[in-house]
């Protein structure tokens, strides 16, 4: 099959994508770990130190010159910086003094909208058809908790960017057998372990994956050639895995301390992470919680099974990738002290694998007209779900739960107090309380009577409109050139 260039598509897909992020977004933090991690962005920015000050020393490591520091990955800092600049030249302007904040806050937005490119071009390079690479794209951002994690300031959407580029820098490497594809490989596996360590779990599979590649087609591949380019891709993580060695250095004292030695949780408390999780009781979480299943907040996830199947059939390489990518994520966090990502939407640790499990379902769209409807309303189902997710404040609703019962089992495993429940009967309170408001940014501000963010709102609709109309234009023309 002949494929079509995907760079228009792709700049459709950034802007359908971004724009219905930004109109969700809340254009505030939720949690202390976002918290922590602009902090050090900020202050990186304005005084050049990597130390936290004025926050509670609570899930703050603690360096050997007394300095408060944290323990979270340096990558989404760094990404928060261009925004903070852009933020304080724009301040200065004339009814733009809150863009500052506003601006800083988005940055997951722009984050997961290149994560649908990513993901959409991977589609393109397993040579999926046109239309089933969009809808395989519009099931990743929207249909998934993807979409909610877009308006948190969680590191899970940068870690899952940089996850998304390396696999398509791998996958695409050898129909182009272009070593600047295995360059930029290098590069992403550098990054995403620069902002999340834990998926430095990745980097075998990656590696095992192009070199079976190599070794399928070792008729023109010699020892030599798979030893320059496993240069090659050591060469392009050079410089974020030097930074991740230098930043651990400079907070600790040591390149191999991240922090997690030293995470305090109370007053004179150092927590000290672990396995201590029983296998089977986060395996059971995982998949069949009522509070964090992955099958309730990615109902895809339910065809699993047979997409990988037959996925198999045709991308035996790729199909092996994902499926170790999968069992990786699962195992190593069924067993993690706080399996279920602390307060959180949905199974936050499988975030970077959301892809592995919805990319495959293209070939079961491609057999039959029956696998087309039922993704489909397993795509709605999980746009329905996680709707909820945007429109309510997570934070909101475990607060409840907490001051009335406190018990935050309750929410992971009680049905009756399952997330998805309680954020839908939030939903309805909000829509007939006078005073309440769901959590827009954008929306809240226009109701306050903020003179730009009615024309925002209107600007957004008109680009999501534009780009959908495109986006579905793009796909009929492909089955009519085909006819």
């Not at 926050?55 to 990404?79: I, K």
């Not at 300031?153 to 594809?181: E, H, M, N, W």
């Not at 339910?302 to 045709?314: D, E, I, R, S």
């Amino acid at each position: 099959m002949k494929l079509t260039s995907p760079i228009a598509p792709s700049f459709f897909i950034f802007f359908f994508f971004l724009s219905i992020f930004l109109l969700s977004s809340g254009g505030h933090l939720y949690t202390q770990d976002g918290l922590i991690i602009y902090k050090v962005a900020q202050n990186l920015f304005e005084n050049g130190r990597w130390n936290i000050t004025g926050l509670p020393p609570q899930g703050l490591s603690l360096g050997p010159d007394g300095q408060l520091y944290s323990p979270y990955g340096l990558g989404t800092s760094l990404a928060y910086i261009p925004l903070i600049a852009l933020g304080h030249a724009l301040s200065h302007v004339p009814n733009l003094a809150g863009v500052k904040t506003a601006l800083a806050m988005s940055l997951n937005c722009f984050v997961t909208a290149f994560s649908c490119i990513f993901f959409y071009l991977c589609a393109r390079a397993l040579r999926f058809k046109e239309k089933t690479s969009i809808s395989l794209t519009l099931f990743y951002g929207l249909g998934s908790f993807v979409w909610p994690y877009a308006k948190f300031g969680f590191p899970d959407p940068l870690s899952g960017l940089f996850t998304l580029g390396a696999v398509f820098f791998a996958v695409s490497y050898p129909s182009k057998q272009s070593r600047i594809q295995l360059f930029w490989c290098g590069f992403f596996m550098g990054c995403m372990c620069l902002t999340r360590l834990t998926t430095a779990l990745f980097v075998p599979a990656i590696i095992l994956y192009l070199l079976l590649k190599e070794l399928s087609h070792s008729s023109s591949k010699s020892p030599r050639s798979i030893f320059l380019n496993t240069l090659i891709i050591l060469l392009g993580a050079i410089l974020p895995l030097g930074l991740i060695a230098y930043y651990n250095t400079e907070r600790f004292g040591s390149w191999l301390l991240t922090g997690y030695h030293a995470y305090i949780i109370g007053p004179d408390q150092l927590q000290r992470w672990g396995f201590t999780t029983p296998l089977f009781v986060g395996l059971y979480g995982l998949l069949f919680s009522a509070g964090k299943s992955i099958f309730l907040y990615v109902p895809l996830a339910l065809l699993v099974y047979p997409a990988l199947k037959k996925f198999w059939g045709t991308n035996k390489h790729e199909c092996l990738l994902f499926i170790i990518m999968i069992l990786q994520m699962f195992l190593f966090f069924s067993c993690w002290v706080n399996w279920e990502g602390g307060t959180s939407w949905g199974p936050r640790y499988l975030y970077p694998i959301i892809f592995c499990l919805i990319l495959p379902i293209g070939k079961l769209m491609e057999s039959s007209r029956k696998w087309r409807r039922l993704c489909w309303g397993l795509f709605m189902l999980g746009f329905f779900i996680n709707s909820l997710g945007v429109l309510i404040s997570f934070t909101e609703y475990v607060g409840y739960v907490l001051k009335e019962w406190d018990r935050y089992g309750l929410l992971l495993f009680h049905p009756g107090f399952s997330p998805i429940y309680g954020h839908l009967e939030l939903c309805f309170q909000k829509l007939f309380e006078v005073n309440s408001h769901f959590d827009l940014g954008l929306l809240k501000s226009f109701r306050q009577g903020n003179p730009w963010a009615g024309k925002a709102i209107l600007f957004l609709i008109f680009m999501i409109l534009i780009c959908a109309f495109f986006l579905r234009r793009r796909a009929k023309q492909e089955k009519r050139s085909k006819g």
